[in-house]
Protein backbone atom coordinates (compact mmCIF):
# COMPACT_ATOMS: atom_id res chain seq x y z
CA UNK A 1 0.00 0.00 0.00
CA UNK A 2 0.90 3.62 -0.54
CA UNK A 3 3.76 4.49 1.98
CA UNK A 4 5.52 8.31 2.98
CA UNK A 5 9.07 8.68 4.00
CA UNK A 6 10.54 12.12 5.41
CA UNK A 7 14.05 12.86 4.90
CA UNK A 8 16.30 15.59 6.38
CA UNK A 9 18.88 16.94 8.49
CA UNK A 10 17.46 16.64 12.29
CA UNK A 11 19.16 19.28 13.50
CA UNK A 12 19.02 22.95 11.77
CA UNK A 13 20.75 26.17 13.24
CA UNK A 14 18.21 29.04 14.43
CA UNK A 15 17.84 31.68 11.60
CA UNK A 16 18.52 29.20 9.05
CA UNK A 17 16.51 27.93 6.80
CA UNK A 18 15.13 23.92 7.42
CA UNK A 19 14.63 21.63 4.50
CA UNK A 20 12.52 18.10 4.58
CA UNK A 21 11.86 15.51 1.41
CA UNK A 22 9.08 12.90 1.71
CA UNK A 23 9.13 10.20 -0.75
CA UNK A 24 6.02 8.46 -1.79
CA UNK A 25 6.30 4.86 -2.78
CA UNK A 26 3.67 2.21 -3.35
CA UNK A 27 1.89 5.21 -5.38
CA UNK A 28 1.93 7.46 -7.88
CA UNK A 29 2.24 11.55 -6.49
CA UNK A 30 0.45 12.82 -9.55
CA UNK A 31 -3.07 11.21 -8.85
CA UNK A 32 -5.76 13.07 -8.92
CA UNK A 33 -8.01 14.21 -6.25
CA UNK A 34 -5.17 14.16 -4.05
CA UNK A 35 -2.85 16.93 -2.73
CA UNK A 36 0.24 16.35 -0.69
CA UNK A 37 0.90 17.43 3.06
CA UNK A 38 3.13 18.21 5.81
CA UNK A 39 1.94 18.47 9.33
CA UNK A 40 3.49 18.77 12.56
CA UNK A 41 3.74 18.39 16.28
CA UNK A 42 6.14 20.34 19.03
CA UNK A 43 6.77 17.57 21.87
CA UNK A 44 4.49 16.85 24.02
CA UNK A 45 2.24 19.28 21.95
CA UNK A 46 -0.53 19.43 19.58
CA UNK A 47 -0.59 18.82 15.78
CA UNK A 48 -0.65 21.60 13.18
CA UNK A 49 -0.76 21.76 9.46
CA UNK A 50 1.99 23.37 7.81
CA UNK A 51 0.63 23.56 4.07
CA UNK A 52 0.10 21.00 1.23
CA UNK A 53 0.36 20.99 -3.02
CA UNK A 54 -1.61 19.63 -5.81
CA UNK A 55 1.52 17.82 -8.28
CA UNK A 56 0.16 20.68 -10.54
CA UNK A 57 2.35 22.99 -8.14
CA UNK A 58 -0.81 24.71 -6.43
CA UNK A 59 0.12 25.33 -3.05
CA UNK A 60 -2.33 26.17 0.25
CA UNK A 61 -0.35 26.88 3.41
CA UNK A 62 -1.03 28.17 7.34
CA UNK A 63 -1.87 31.40 7.43
CA UNK A 64 0.14 31.87 10.44
CA UNK A 65 3.73 30.36 8.46
CA UNK A 66 3.18 31.08 4.86
CA UNK A 67 5.63 33.93 4.85
CA UNK A 68 8.38 31.28 5.71
CA UNK A 69 7.13 28.26 3.99
CA UNK A 70 7.69 26.78 0.62
CA UNK A 71 6.25 23.45 -0.30
CA UNK A 72 7.37 22.12 -3.98
CA UNK A 73 6.63 19.24 -5.78
CA UNK A 74 8.95 16.76 -7.79
CA UNK A 75 6.84 14.38 -9.76
CA UNK A 76 9.92 12.71 -11.71
CA UNK A 77 11.10 11.81 -8.32
CA UNK A 78 7.65 11.31 -6.44
CA UNK A 79 8.55 13.96 -4.26
CA UNK A 80 7.47 16.70 -2.06
CA UNK A 81 9.28 18.94 -0.17
CA UNK A 82 8.76 21.44 2.66
CA UNK A 83 10.95 24.49 3.25
CA UNK A 84 10.86 26.68 6.05
CA UNK A 85 12.79 29.57 7.19
CA UNK A 86 14.41 31.73 9.54
CA UNK A 87 13.74 29.23 11.86
CA UNK A 88 13.91 29.68 15.95
CA UNK A 89 13.27 27.21 18.19
CA UNK A 90 10.02 27.71 18.60
CA UNK A 91 9.60 25.15 15.30
CA UNK A 92 11.13 22.23 17.05
CA UNK A 93 8.84 19.41 16.56
CA UNK A 94 8.16 16.23 14.63
CA UNK A 95 7.58 16.87 10.79
CA UNK A 96 4.90 14.43 9.14
CA UNK A 97 4.04 14.32 5.79
CA UNK A 98 0.69 12.49 4.23
CA UNK A 99 -1.31 12.52 1.65
CA UNK A 100 -4.21 14.63 1.35
CA UNK A 101 -7.24 14.06 -0.06
CA UNK A 102 -8.35 17.37 -1.11
CA UNK A 103 -12.39 18.36 -2.07
CA UNK A 104 -14.83 20.93 -1.56
CA UNK A 105 -16.00 20.60 2.17
CA UNK A 106 -14.44 17.03 2.49
CA UNK A 107 -10.05 16.85 3.22
CA UNK A 108 -8.09 14.44 5.53
CA UNK A 109 -4.86 13.36 5.25
CA UNK A 110 -3.95 9.34 4.94
CA UNK A 111 -1.89 7.68 5.13
CA UNK A 112 0.95 9.26 7.15
CA UNK A 113 4.77 8.86 7.48
CA UNK A 114 6.35 8.26 10.15
CA UNK A 115 7.41 11.48 11.60
CA UNK A 116 11.17 12.66 11.69
CA UNK A 117 12.11 15.28 14.90
CA UNK A 118 13.85 18.39 13.88
CA UNK A 119 15.45 20.37 16.63
CA UNK A 120 16.38 23.74 16.15
CA UNK A 121 19.46 24.59 17.94
CA UNK A 122 22.91 26.23 17.68
CA UNK B 1 -7.47 31.99 12.99
CA UNK B 2 -9.75 29.28 14.40
CA UNK B 3 -9.40 26.85 16.73
CA UNK B 4 -11.08 23.37 17.42
CA UNK B 5 -11.60 23.03 21.30
CA UNK B 6 -12.00 18.99 22.85
CA UNK B 7 -11.42 18.43 26.36
CA UNK B 8 -7.69 17.33 27.23
CA UNK B 9 -8.27 14.40 29.03
CA UNK B 10 -11.69 11.55 29.14
CA UNK B 11 -11.56 7.82 30.88
CA UNK B 12 -13.39 4.73 31.33
CA UNK B 13 -13.09 1.41 32.32
CA UNK B 14 -13.09 -1.37 29.89
CA UNK B 15 -16.11 -2.06 27.86
CA UNK B 16 -16.98 1.37 28.44
CA UNK B 17 -18.73 3.79 26.28
CA UNK B 18 -16.41 7.14 26.11
CA UNK B 19 -17.11 10.39 23.57
CA UNK B 20 -14.98 13.47 22.77
CA UNK B 21 -16.30 16.21 22.02
CA UNK B 22 -15.33 18.59 19.71
CA UNK B 23 -16.09 22.26 19.15
CA UNK B 24 -15.60 24.73 16.41
CA UNK B 25 -17.34 27.26 14.45
CA UNK B 26 -19.56 28.36 11.21
CA UNK B 27 -16.12 28.57 9.03
CA UNK B 28 -14.96 25.00 10.05
CA UNK B 29 -16.90 22.43 11.55
CA UNK B 30 -20.62 24.32 10.64
CA UNK B 31 -19.42 24.25 6.77
CA UNK B 32 -17.12 21.27 6.32
CA UNK B 33 -16.76 17.36 7.08
CA UNK B 34 -15.14 16.17 10.08
CA UNK B 35 -12.24 13.99 10.86
CA UNK B 36 -10.88 12.11 13.85
CA UNK B 37 -7.03 10.88 14.04
CA UNK B 38 -5.97 8.44 16.67
CA UNK B 39 -2.37 8.77 17.74
CA UNK B 40 -0.80 6.09 19.95
CA UNK B 41 1.83 6.85 22.30
CA UNK B 42 5.43 7.10 20.27
CA UNK B 43 3.35 6.79 16.60
CA UNK B 44 2.46 8.91 13.98
CA UNK B 45 -1.65 10.06 13.73
CA UNK B 46 -3.75 7.51 11.62
CA UNK B 47 -7.00 8.31 10.45
CA UNK B 48 -10.07 7.12 12.63
CA UNK B 49 -13.07 8.65 10.83
CA UNK B 50 -13.02 10.85 8.04
CA UNK B 51 -16.38 12.62 6.02
CA UNK B 52 -17.92 12.99 9.81
CA UNK B 53 -18.66 9.08 10.44
CA UNK B 54 -17.08 6.88 7.98
CA UNK B 55 -14.57 4.59 8.92
CA UNK B 56 -11.39 3.59 6.93
CA UNK B 57 -11.43 -0.34 6.26
CA UNK B 58 -9.56 -1.86 9.22
CA UNK B 59 -11.04 0.45 11.89
CA UNK B 60 -13.17 -1.41 14.05
CA UNK B 61 -16.80 -0.43 14.45
CA UNK B 62 -16.48 0.61 18.15
CA UNK B 63 -15.45 4.06 16.98
CA UNK B 64 -18.00 6.19 15.40
CA UNK B 65 -18.24 10.15 14.72
CA UNK B 66 -21.37 12.47 14.64
CA UNK B 67 -21.73 15.95 13.85
CA UNK B 68 -24.18 18.66 14.98
CA UNK B 69 -23.91 22.56 13.50
CA UNK B 70 -21.00 23.37 14.62
CA UNK B 71 -19.86 20.63 16.99
CA UNK B 72 -18.62 17.05 16.44
CA UNK B 73 -18.11 14.01 18.74
CA UNK B 74 -16.00 10.82 18.59
CA UNK B 75 -17.68 7.64 20.66
CA UNK B 76 -15.98 4.50 21.75
CA UNK B 77 -17.98 1.83 22.81
CA UNK B 78 -16.89 -1.56 24.89
CA UNK B 79 -13.62 0.95 25.65
CA UNK B 80 -10.24 -1.64 25.14
CA UNK B 81 -7.03 -0.98 26.71
CA UNK B 82 -5.14 -0.71 23.86
CA UNK B 83 -7.55 2.68 22.79
CA UNK B 84 -5.70 4.42 25.17
CA UNK B 85 -4.07 7.24 22.93
CA UNK B 86 -4.39 10.68 21.49
CA UNK B 87 -7.66 12.01 20.05
CA UNK B 88 -8.15 14.69 17.38
CA UNK B 89 -10.38 16.20 15.61
CA UNK B 90 -9.97 18.38 12.45
CA UNK B 91 -11.60 19.93 9.53
CA UNK B 92 -11.17 22.56 6.65
CA UNK B 93 -12.12 26.12 7.38
CA UNK B 94 -13.17 28.51 4.64
CA UNK B 95 -11.57 31.97 6.02
CA UNK B 96 -8.68 33.24 5.02
CA UNK B 97 -8.53 31.61 1.34
CA UNK B 98 -8.61 28.35 3.36
CA UNK B 99 -6.53 26.05 6.02
CA UNK B 100 -6.44 23.23 7.87
CA UNK B 101 -7.09 22.87 11.60
CA UNK B 102 -6.68 20.53 14.32
CA UNK B 103 -8.62 20.21 17.44
CA UNK B 104 -6.38 20.53 21.04
CA UNK B 105 -6.23 16.98 21.45
CA UNK B 106 -8.09 14.54 24.50
CA UNK B 107 -6.21 11.90 26.24
CA UNK B 108 -7.74 9.09 26.84
CA UNK B 109 -7.16 6.76 29.34
CA UNK B 110 -8.53 3.24 30.04
CA UNK B 111 -8.58 3.50 33.83
Known amino acids: QLQLQESGPGLVKPSETLSLTCTVSAGSISSSSYYWGWIRQPPGKGLEWIGSIYYSGRTYYNPPLKSRVTVSVNTSKNQFSLKLSSVTAADTAVYYC??????????????WGQGTLVTVSS | QSVLTQPPSASGTPGQRVSVSCSGS????????VNWYQQLPGTAPKLLIY???QRPSGVPDRFSGSKSGTSASLAISGLQSEDEADYYC????????????FGTGTKVTVL
Open chain 1, 98 to 111: ARHRYSSGNNWFDP
Open chain 2, 26 to 33: SSNIGSNT
Open chain 2, 90 to 101: AAWDDSLNGYYV
Open chain 2, 51 to 53: SNN
